[in-house]
């Protein structure tokens, strides 16, 4: 199982990033993907969820509202759409592979190498 996390950037408060995890091996219709992110200095913090069969999606309140994790079967690819960006938002994002939509990222199998979303406010 390889993920392949791509998108992120430099963007202005406000602004928004789609940031986009390609997935390859194994199979995973009972499978949860999930972004988290993560600051220098930090724990690595939930951010979305998505089941792959189901579809349903599971946010952390600190982005309700304004990010929007979805799906596309057939790319096998997980996406985290982010828009109404503030500077709080920025750290290295992570896509994770996982079987239930736990926020604790223990319980993720597989991870992607990370993108870098900077807000400069």
């Known amino acids: 199982v390889q993920l392949q996390a791509s998108g992120g950037g430099l963007v202005q408060a406000g602004g928004s990033l789609r940031l986009s995890c390609a997935a390859s091996g194994g199979t995973y219709s009972s499978s949860v993907m999930a972004w988290f992110r993560q600051d220098p200095g930090k724990e690595r913090e939930f951010v979305a969820a998505?089941?792959?069969?189901?579809?349903?999606?599971y946010y952390a309140d600190s982005v309700k509202g304004r990010f929007t994790i979805s799906k596309d079967s057939a790319k096998k690819t997980v996406y985290l759409q982010m828009n109404s960006l503030e500077p709080e938002d920025t750290a290295t994002y992570y896509c994770?592979?996982?079987?239930?939509?736990?926020?604790?990222?223990?319980?993720?199998?597989?991870w992607g190498q990370g993108t870098q979303v900077t807000v400069s406010s």
């Open positions: 994770a592979r996982g079987t239930s939509p736990s926020q604790v990222p223990g319980e993720y199998y597989y």
């Open positions: 998505i089941r792959w069969g189901r579809g349903s999606t």
